[in-house]
Nanobody, 114 residues
Framework: QVQLVESGGGLVQPGGSLRLSCAASGFTFAWFAMSWYRQSPGKERELVARIGNTRSSRPDYSAAVKGRFTISRDNVKNAVYLQMVSLKPEDTAVYYC??????WGQGTQVTVSS
């Protein structure tokens, strides 16, 4: 049974940082590219960052987060991370991880507000 469990969300002031984690199980993690998406109220879910399944693959980022967010993965711990710095109020959303095979976590709320 595939499980993706996100954690690390919370309330942070503008300019602050958070590190999200996604623990994966039930599939061969190293074989899959992993992605982070986010969804704000009234908006469609959007891709934030993607990391491939090979060491040579370069991560991709949306224009909105490029230069501020960093995606990484640990194939030993079966986890993918999203380091977020210089957070803005518009980054407020529920953040989800996915393995690109139709499996999603339950999401973790990130709220950026003073």
């Amino acid at each position: 049974q595939v499980q993706l469990v996100e954690s690390g969300g919370g309330l942070v002031q503008p300019g602050g940082s958070l590190r999200l984690s996604c623990a994966a199980s039930g599939f061969t993690f190293a074989w899959f590219a992993m992605s982070w998406y986010r969804q704000s109220p009234g908006k469609e879910r959007e891709l934030v960052a993607r990391i491939g399944n090979t060491r040579s693959s370069r991560p991709d980022y949306s224009a909105a987060v490029k230069g501020r967010f960093t995606i990484s993965r640990d194939n030993v711990k079966n986890a993918v991370y999203l380091q977020m710095v210089s957070l803005k109020p518009e980054d407020t959303a529920v953040y989800y991880c996915t393995n690109g095979a139709g499996d999603w976590g339950q999401g973790t709320q990130v709220t950026v507000s003073s």
